[in-house]
């Protein structure tokens, strides 16, 4: 009971942690003179990427395959279809030109380049297929890449111009971010290990909560970032929030986790993989149902039906 309790608590911790990081990245954006998608791509990103980040690691050391994939997976669909549809529905997200033809491309990208370079059964006709060191520094090279292309974003772009705004104290962004940052790391855990203890005691597979429980839990510090910037009408921070996390679970944490140890790699993954290139290209598509570059409430909802429609089918299937 004590650990469904912290999970309980945990949800409060994630919601409070989020505004108080989004809070905090804003002032930073302006302390540093870089657009709040600069921020988004990088800090926001990195640091809602973190329980991912965590997971993937213990579950690499310990070798369950099952959670390492299903979580970067589940995470990168949730992201689009789950919190972009929440964010969307809040607020209809204003997406510019460079996300439209640079980051989410990228992010594309790096679901098929998962897709390739796992499916070494497919492509090569030699098995067993996996990931391994090779693919994971290759994993990470394109990371490198998204790194030079986000710097270059930070030096070209910098705060609109318009009424001069007051710039925060140094040490009150610092503790803004730190303590949302803790809120998001110890409720996020919380929330986890409430939730995989409780689909464990239901006898669900490890795939399952993997690709569910476990993917939804380390992706709430994005889900409750992006709701809690399109509340506060700062729809960079959102978008670049979700398709930066995107960008970082793949080429980081995903070429992290192989490093450390080849992850094997199931046949019946290339579902989940093709619903994470599904989910971006529908991304990208949404972009062009209109003269602005808009994800609407429509097609936000959309999003969260497609989501439920993925979750059902998955739990559905793999039990």
């Known amino acids: 009971m004590l650990v469904y309790g912290l999970m309980a608590v945990g949800f409060v911790f994630v919601i409070k942690g989020a505004d108080l990081f989004v809070s905090g990245a804003s002032a930073l954006a302006r302390r540093l003179h870089v657009s709040d998608l600069a921020i988004g791509l990088t800090v926001v990103a990195f640091g809602t990427s973190l329980p991912e980040l965590a997971v993937n690691v213990t579950a690499s050391i310990r070798g369950d395959a099952g959670i390492t994939i299903g ?43 998962v897709g390739i370079l796992a499916n070494d059964l497919i492509i090569d006709g030699a098995g067993p297929s996996r990931l391994t060191r090779i693919d994971g520094l290759v994993l990470l090279c394109f990371f490198v890449i998204f790194l030079y292309y986000t710097a270059g974003i930070a030096r070209v772009e910098g705060i609109p111009a318009g009424p001069r705004q007051d710039v925060q104290a140094a040490w009150k962004t610092v503790v803004l971010m730190v303590a949302g940052f803790i809120g998001l790391l110890l409720g996020s855990m919380w929330v986890v290990e409430g939730a995989v203890k409780l689909a464990t005691a239901l ?42 996390s995107n960008i970082f679970n793949i080429f980081f944490i995903l070429g992290v986790s192989s490093l450390i140890r080849p992850i094997p790699f199931e046949p019946r993954a290339n579902v989940d993989i093709g619903a994470a290139i599904v989910a971006s290209g529908l991304l990208f598509a949404c972009m062009f149902t209109s003269k602005e570059h808009i994800l609407d409430r429509r097609e936000a909802a959309l999003f969260l039906v497609l989501y439920t429609i993925y979750v059902t089918a998955t739990v559905v299937w793999l039990n």
């Open 71 to 113: 979580n970067i997976l589940g995470s990168n669909i949730a992201n689009i279809l789950l919190i972009l549809g929440v964010a969307g529905v809040i607020l209809p997200l204003a997406v510019t030109k460079g996300t439209v033809w640079k980051e989410i491309p990228l992010s594309l990208l790096a679901a098929l380049l």
């Open 203 to 244: 006898g669900v597979q490890q795939t399952v909560i993997g690709l569910t429980i476990v993917a939804v839990g380390t992706s709430l510090p994005e889900l409750a970032t992006s709701a809690a910037a399109a509340y506060r009408k700062n729809p960079e921070i959102a978008i670049g929030n979700v398709v930066g």
